[in-house]
């Protein structure tokens, strides 16, 4: 049963810029050598909405503690920033990649 779900991005920003918009894709948040893990914070991509980071560390009321969203790479067919995949090394180094270009995104992971 459902308990509660993580808050939108601002909608109105993002439903029309372009592209794909939604959460897509997780920090699997394993217990392997070189990986970040966390129990309290969950990091995923959003296509046009960037990448976010959710504390649920309360599970009835998640909040968003950090989020990017890079402009629109040169030549995007989408005219929009597209971040499909994430990963977030055990340096707390996260990285993210937009789907149509192929541009790497690095950012230091600060909560």
């Not at 601002?10 to 699997?28: I, Q, Y």
């Not at 030549?75 to 929009?80: D, E, G, Q, W, Y």
Request: aromatic letters at 10%.
């Amino acid at each position: 049963m459902p308990i509660s779900t993580c808050p939108l991005p601002p909608l109105k920003a993002f439903t029309k810029r372009g592209g794909r918009f939604g959460a897509h894709n997780l920090h699997e948040n394993r217990p392997a050598p070189g990986t970040w893990v966390s129990e309290t914070v969950v990091v995923g991509t959003f296509f046009n909405g960037g990448v976010r980071a959710f504390d649920i560390s309360d599970a009835f009321r998640p909040q968003e503690v950090a989020w990017a969203v890079p402009p629109a790479p040169r030549k995007s067919r989408a005219k929009a920033i597209q971040l499909n995949d994430v990963f977030v090394d055990d340096r707390e180094v996260l990285y993210t990649v937009d789907r149509l270009i192929g541009g790497l995104y690095i950012y230091e992971l600060r909560l």
